[in-house]
Each structure stands twice: as C-alpha cells, then as structure tokens.
C-alpha cells in the first residue's frame, strides 16, 4: 500500500484565528452586541435564544451548548411539545441558534491576525507541495476535519500560485454544485485532470448550503454562503418551485448524534476509508473530546497498527487532560507528541 498522510484538524487549528471553541460559543453569541440597523436578523434570532434558554433554565449563565442542542433536536426529532414550546417553535428555535453559530465564526474569520495567517499559508503551502510531490493520479493526502469554519479553504485560495489556482482544487469528497456557475463537481476534479485536495468535513461547512427537496449541496469555496438566504436554482428552474430556501448543513453539538444527510454519511464513509489506508495520521489542535465519541471509534476501528500516529498541540495540553486522553486512547508509547503547535510543526518539516 502506498504512503499516506492525513491531517486531522480539531478546534484548535482554528483557535489562534479567534475562532471560539465549542465551550465558549454560546457566551460569545449571548454577549454580541449586533448593530441596530445592520444586524437584525442577528438581534431577533439572539432575542429569541436568550428567552427560551432564561424560560427553561432561569439563568443565562454556565448554559451548556449540548444541552440547549439536546432539548432542541429532541423535540424536533419526536415532534414533542416541550412545555410551552411546539416542535416547529423548537424547529424555529434550532435555526436561529445555527444562524447565530455561523454569523459568529464568519465575523471571526473576517479579522485573523497577520501573523496567523501566515502560519495558516505556511501549512496550505506544505499541503500543496506534499499534494503535487506524489503526481496528479497519486492518492497520497487528505484532511479531515471536525471545524465549521472554513480557514483551510480561504487560505489555501491564497497560498496557491496562478498555476495552481487553475490546475488543483479541494476535494469535498461528496457530490457538491457550484453555487456560482463555473465550477465542476468536488467528486469529479481528480478525473478531469486536477490536483484534489481531498477535505473531509465531518461537522458540515459554512461555506455550504443544503436543498432538502433535491438534495443538492451547493458550496462556495470564496464566500461563507451558509448564513445567506438563497434559494435553490435546480428547483426554481426545472420544477417552478419558487421560494425554496436552502439550509447550512452543520452537524450541531448534541447528545442525540444523528447523521441522515447523505452528504454527511459519505463523508464519514469516506474519511473511515481515508484513515484505513493511513501511514501516517498527523492530528492537528485535536483534543480528542469524550463527546466525539463516534469518531473515536472510527479512530480506533480505522487506524492500523502499523500506521504512525503524531499529536501536535500546544503547551497546555500537557496538562488540561488532552494528552492523557491521548495516552489512555491509543497504545503505549504509540503517540509522537509535539507541543510546539502548528507552528513548530512547519518549522520541523520545512
Ligand atoms: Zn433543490
């Protein structure tokens, strides 16, 4: 079997570019102060998720986002009436806080320091060369990533040379439309010739929007389109179904894990199948959470023994448990841990 690398991306590859971790989400969208004229569908949406949350818990305060996600699908999932809540409330409800979701990390993106963007083009540019390095049929490199944001997408359009931008592409690795005219299928860019560089996004994209009518998933590669109202064109102009609003396709933290998108579940399929055929699996700010229980088991289900496993993270991690939960996770001495973060990781494979 041939060499392969692939990259594992966790919360922390995006947490130098101010992008919250999942534990401090919801008291960044509670405290955002939207601009009055500019944001208010931002407002509404934030108005409508401080009154259900004081409504059910009393408080603002130590709100766990599982739990609000929890309660949310619950409802949804078994057209249940929580107290004063219908499910198409909670539905309601649901799609506001995802909208808040998104809204923030895309105000986030859109001011990344300098010094971090360059570490960020520093990696798509070791990504390229490790891409090209192998020849246009090889299969030698993936990323999977559990991130909403859409970082490695903005910043490898930037590390890319003119050649580049014309002969490689990412890889969404499911059947996706352009949602401007020009682009050819993800799935098909290896066959017309390209170098795919195959992304796998366990958690959905915020540059994604879903028709749960023809299951189209169109994407943008330059501009976050999941927090737009867009209407599916396929639908419009070959059914006449006017009005027909796609939705972002994210994968909400909750306790009731439930991938029925087709997209997702190929994706998964995929990145399983990715991680099978791994020499090497290089994780990248992943901290391992005890909630990603399902990807854990494709972690262990999926990685051969022979495979080598590297854990680059930053210095605290030694001690707030994510090295432990390594150690416990896979077998002694398995690991190779860099604390050096991702920086220290190009300076090691310049
Ligand atoms: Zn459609």
New binding site residues.
Partial sequence: MNNKTVFILGAGFSYPASIPLQGHLLKEILNYKPDDYTESAVLIAQNALKNFIIELFGKQKNIILEDIFTILDRGVIGKERFKDYTWQKLYEIRGQLVYLILFIISKRMKSVPENVKNTYISFCKKIIQMRRSHGQKSDSISIISSNWDTLFEIFMNQAFNNKQRSDMGIDYCTYTHFFHEGGISHTNLKTAGKFNIKLLKLHGSLNWLY?S????LYVDDKDNIGIQNKE?T??KTSSG?PN?M?EPLIITPTFLKEFTNLHIKNIWQNAFIELQEASNVIFIGYSLPLADFEFKYFLKKGIRKSANIQAVLSNKDKTNGTKKRYLSYFEKGKVDFNFDKLEGWLRENS
Avoid: K, M, T, V
């Fill in positions: 028709c009518s023809c299951g189209r599916c396929f639908c179904i027909l796609l």
